[in-house]
T-cell receptor
């Protein structure tokens, strides 16, 4: 089974700050997922990446396959970015995902 | 497409009762996943299906839990008998392809067992 670790668990920042959330996993994978869970509870897939970097608006995700590490960056953070961000990886040969505990992000105006 | 549909959205029941959660995946998706989220354990995979066939149920907590997928557009997760520790949010997700493909989550069913 893949062990997925995230840091930090909680992060409070001021509007406009650059945000970094880190994720590490124990077993080599084909792709890593970043998810966003809104305060209302809904889960949305932000990125799925297997190498390099992906960018969507102010969100950037990077992955280093050799080091088994991924980061999610938010540029020019905004209060509407406040949510729980979760990284997830396939569970060591299976297709279901193993999740990190999530990072609870609060962006203050 | 309406996305992944789950019902009910909220369920309150008493210990010992049977609970059935329902999921309709996105049309054309061949993978369906059931996840559970609690404060203590976060999100966990319970079981997943490929082309209606259960592939991995190692995450199902115990025999009180069962899941079926009688056809490509419908799946159920049943708890019988329910216990207070089953209280959680249960998510269904579907994807086209394997874990390296994007999974689309339903809104979840919030279950409270008294």
């Amino acid at each position: 089974k893949n062990e997925v670790e995230q840091s930090p668990q909680n992060l409070t920042a001021q509007e406009g700050e650059f945000i970094t959330i880190n994720c590490s996993y124990s077993v080599g994978i084909s792709a890593l997922h970043w998810l966003q869970q809104h305060p209302g509870g809904g889960i949305v897939s932000l990125f799925m990446l297997s190498s390099g970097k992906k960018k969507h608006g102010r969100l950037i995700a990077t992955i280093n396959i050799q080091e088994k590490h991924s980061s999610l960056h938010i540029t020019a953070s905004h209060p509407r970015d406040s949510a729980v961000y979760i990284c997830a990886a396939p569970g060591g040969g299976a297709d279901g995902l193993t999740f990190g505990k999530g990072t609870h992000l609060i962006i203050q105006p | 497409d309406a996305g992944v549909i789950q019902s009910p959205r909220h369920e309150v029941t008493e210990m010992g009762q049977e609970v059935t959660l329902r999921c309709k995946p996105i049309s054309g998706h061949d993978y369906l996943f059931w996840y559970r989220q609690t404060m203590m354990r976060g999100l966990e995979l319970l079981i997943y299906f490929n082309n209606n066939v259960p592939i991995d149920d190692s995450g199902m907590p115990e025999d009180r839990f069962s899941a079926k997928m009688p056809n490509a557009s419908f799946s159920t997760l049943k708890i019988q008998p329910s216990e207070p520790r089953d209280s959680a949010v249960y998510f269904c997700a579907s994807s086209f392809g394997r874990a390296q493909e994007t999974q689309y989550f339903g809104p979840g069913t919030r279950l409270l067992v008294l």
